[in-house]
């Protein structure tokens, strides 16, 4: 069965500190993965990722896939309280856009 | 920024009833889905949607469910006679074509209380 893993369920940190989140997962046919942010709204895309080795960044944020060891990591550098979500790590599994999310890291940043 | 409208926000009903769940998607996109969530639990797919017909369902989408595409902006997802284990955040998603096909934009979600 196919499976996303993320780690950990929930964070707190304080403002300026550094996070990585993981994500594992057990997908056939595997195409991409992707990091979602949600908020109490809709998720909102932050990247997708394909090829093992290639970082992505945009900002303080940064993400790269390992696909031997099947997981992947997003980084948050000098994290502020807007950074406060819940961060969502899905595959791509298949040529029908079907995503597989993982449970969620719960991220709160205190000032 | 293009995205994806969906109505109502919040929808409580009675078992048995039927409710139906309207959905917007961006303009130029060719797929579209629907996936819930129940309070506490993952994000789950339950149907894609391309060239007006199913493409993949999983298996929550049994026969109370049916999605359809009755003009050419809505997206539905229509649920005959809701159970309360029916009760989740319902989000409707579109995307594009080749290397954006996986690249969802997700509405903000219907929540949906069944009582």
């Known amino acids: 069965e196919d499976k996303v893993v993320q780690s950990p369920l929930s964070l707190v940190v304080h403002e300026g500190d550094t996070v990585t989140l993981n994500c594992s997962y057990e997908v056939t046919n595997f195409r991409s993965l992707l990091w979602y942010k949600q908020e109490k709204k809709a998720p909102t895309f932050l990247f997708m990722l394909?090829?093992?080795?290639i970082e992505k960044k945009s900002g303080r944020l940064s993400s790269i896939l390992d696909k031997k060891e099947l997981f992947s990591i997003l980084n948050i550098t000098a994290t502020q309280t807007g950074d406060s979500a819940i961060y969502l790590c899905a595959v791509g599994g298949s040529n029908t856009g079907k995503l597989i999310f993982g449970q969620g890291t719960t991220l709160q940043v205190k000032p | 920024e293009p995205e994806v409208t969906q109505t109502p926000s919040h929808q409580v009903t009675q078992m048995g009833q039927e409710v139906i769940l309207r959905c917007v998607p961006i303009?130029?996109?060719?797929?579209f889905y629907w996936y819930r969530q129940i309070l506490g639990q993952k994000v789950e797919f339950l149907v894609s949607f391309y060239n007006n017909e199913i493409s993949e369902k999983s298996e929550i989408f049994d026969d109370q469910f049916s999605v359809e595409r009755p003009d050419g902006s809505n997206f539905t997802l229509k649920i005959r006679s809701t159970k309360l284990e029916d009760s989740a955040m319902y989000f409707c998603?579109?995307?594009?074509?080749?290397?954006?096909?996986?690249?969802?934009?997700f509405g903000a979600g219907s929540r949906l209380t069944v009582l």
């Open positions: 394909t090829s093992s080795g």
């Open positions: 998603a579109s995307s594009g074509l080749g290397s954006g096909a996986n690249v969802l934009t």
């Open positions: 303009s130029n996109h060719l797929y």
